[in-house]
């Protein structure tokens, strides 16, 4: 079945067969000190396929993983992509009643973990109305044997427009929203970045971001498995770890948050570190401080910010060659092969030269829609344009700069944070009778949440405990810094939450905070 897919021009398993034909004895996957070759990581992956065609996975399947970035996931993607099976990786971050509420909404018809995340996955699949199955990672699971799947699916080539990756991403609303790229997106999204910032088999790509993430396949990895290169994966982001593996695996290339970008830049090793093989290290995920920048500036890197969504790919604007000079806070020009507009949110038309507006994107690249969420789909797209809900200036060079984000979400850490999510989770203590949360600047995790929560009369409820009652339905990341026990949240005329009038109150908030804490630490 997988030797099908060779046919396709648009089909991401084919990189690796041919790859692994072209060099087979060049590094792919650097995994902690362990390595695998082109030809190995492409046997086990054709393996892995003709076990899950047996099986009865293949076109129509999603098959859902909760693990660390290893060398055995990878296989499992690529096996995944040679049947045409979906690969779905969900975050471990998320709690326990996430995990149910995202595998509830991707239903996939087979779970992979790996060892670290089998206890919340069982926890997990226990609270299901109608499990998946469950297989572990790696030789001696998934690769070893394929449960049969329930529903099997007729076994046909691989298509351009069969899904490939479906990767969850919070959105405005409180449910997360299951984003589907295809192979073609994958495809075109990938040339685009290989056209404008491109890996060859001389490279090493430092890959650190997690792989429920869409950034940790398609901004880099992917693109080095085509060209040849050495990815190293790591499962965690260690500042001391980064810096000694760029030194020591000689790292060309890399992509990371700001938040990562500052934590590098402020940590002890700092100043002694060898970052002289790195030619290539690309931001996104935020707006890049300009502090940031120029401590990487003064060791001789120019950061390439960028600017992109899931829905997109994610690619769609970049700063090279040095764009971004004398362009305060740009995301730059459009990739290739990525169409983009700037709109007047209310009368929905095109502004031409310079303007500020709502930023559309068009181009192969854009998803091919939400899981299961037809009205989602529509109210993102306007016709073949994706509306990203940010809003951008463009100025008279054709250089644009992200002005705010016309959607709620804030982004902590690289993380994108739904405050609909965080509010609907406040909401569920027993004693809080409403919420709003806004993000907040903050200097090392670009924003925060704060949350304001309204509660039963004659309630006496600490913000510590609201806290602690996040941490246990939230992950961690989107656990609000700071909550504020009010008597009322403001409303428009409509009865629209007014989250807006609420931001100078928590800027107050999080800046005596931190007040506190540098007192603190004297």
């Known amino acids: 079945m997988s030797n099908d897919v060779q046919d396709e021009s648009h089909t991401i398993g084919r990189w690796l067969i041919e790859r692994a034909a072209h060099t087979p004895h060049g590094?792919?996957?650097?995994?902690?000190?362990?390595?695998?070759?082109?030809?190995?990581?492409?046997?086990?992956?054709?393996?892995?396929?003709?076990?899950?065609?047996?099986?009865?996975?293949?076109?129509?399947?999603?098959?859902?993983?909760?693990?660390?970035?290893s060398i055995d996931h990878v296989v499992l993607f690529f096996g995944?992509?040679?049947?045409?099976?979906?690969?779905?990786?969900?975050?471990?971050?998320?709690?326990?009643?996430?995990?149910?509420d995202t595998l509830g909404r991707s239903d996939p018809q087979l779970l992979v973990v790996d060892d670290e995340f089998a206890v919340a996955a069982g926890e997990a699949v226990r609270e299901l109305a109608d499990p998946p199955l469950l297989a572990f990672l790696g030789t001696a699971g998934v690769e070893n044997a394929v449960p049969p799947a329930r529903d099997p699916q007729p076994a046909?080539?691989?298509?351009?427009?069969?899904?490939?990756?479906?990767?969850?991403?919070?959105?405005?609303?409180?449910?997360?929203?299951?984003v589907i790229?295809?192979?073609?997106?994958?495809?075109?999204?990938?040339?685009?970045?290989?056209?404008?910032?491109?890996?060859g088999e001389g490279d090493v790509v430092l890959?650190?971001?997690p792989q429920f993430h869409v950034a940790a396949w398609n901004c880099q990895p992917l693109l080095a498995w085509w060209g040849g290169a050495t990815v190293v994966l790591e499962r965690s982001f260690d500042t001391e770890r980064v810096l000694q593996?760029?030194?020591?695996?000689?790292?060309?290339a890399m992509m990371g948050v700001p938040t990562q970008y500052a934590m590098l830049a402020e940590s002890r090793g700092w100043d002694t570190s060898d970052l002289s093989s790195i030619r290539l290290a690309l931001v996104g995920g935020a707006t890049l401080p300009g502090a940031v920048r120029d401590a990487w500036q003064d060791r001789g890197i120019e950061l390439v910010q960028g600017y992109g969504l899931t829905e997109a790919g994610p690619n769609v604007l970049h700063c090279p060659n040095g764009i971004a000079e004398g362009h305060e806070g740009a995301v730059g020009r459009p990739y290739p092969h990525v169409s983009v507009q700037i709109v007047d949110p209310d009368t929905l038309l095109p502004l031409r030269g310079e303007a500020t507006g709502e930023l559309w994107v068009r181009g192969p690249s854009v998803f091919a829609g939400y899981l299961g969420d037809p009205d989602a789909t529509a109210r993102a797209m306007h016709g073949d344009w994706l509306r990203t809900g940010d809003l951008v200036h463009r100025d008279r060079d054709g250089v644009?700069?992200?002005?705010?984000?016309?959607?709620?979400?804030?982004?902590?850490?690289?993380?994108n944070v739904a405050p609909a999510e965080v509010e609907h989770a406040l909401g569920l203590h027993p004693l809080v009778t409403g919420a709003a949360v806004v993000g907040v600047p903050d200097p090392v995790w670009g924003e925060r949440g704060v949350a304001f929560v309204t509660v039963r009369v004659g309630a006496l409820v600490s913000a510590d405990e609201i806290i602690a009652h996040a941490r246990r339905t939230l992950a961690a990341f989107k656990v609000p810094v700071a909550v504020e026990v009010v008597e009322r949240l403001p409303r428009s005329s409509i009865d629209k939450l007014a989250r807006s009038r609420l931001r100078e109150r928590a800027r107050v908030i999080m800046a005596s905070a931190q007040e506190v804490s540098h007192e603190h630490s004297r």
């Open 27 to 69: 590094v792919a996957i650097d995994d902690r000190g362990v390595t695998i070759d082109y030809a190995d990581l492409a046997r086990r992956a054709r393996e892995l396929a003709d076990r899950l065609a047996e099986a009865g996975f293949g076109p129509g399947s999603r098959i859902a993983t909760l693990a660390g970035n």
């Open 80 to 100: 995944c992509a040679l049947v045409g099976a979906a690969f779905v990786p969900l975050s471990w971050r998320q709690s326990t009643r996430e995990l149910v």
């Open 156 to 178: 046909r080539a691989v298509r351009d427009d069969d899904p490939l990756l479906i990767v969850y991403t919070s959105g405005s609303e409180a449910a997360p929203k299951g």
């Open 181 to 199: 790229l295809t192979h073609a997106n994958c495809f075109w999204n990938n040339l685009a970045l290989g056209r404008a910032l491109p890996l």
């Open 207 to 209: 890959s650190v971001l």
């Open 245 to 252: 593996l760029i030194r020591e695996r000689r790292v060309t």
């Open 400 to 415: 644009f700069t992200v002005v705010d984000r016309l959607k709620d979400i804030f982004i902590s850490g690289g993380e």
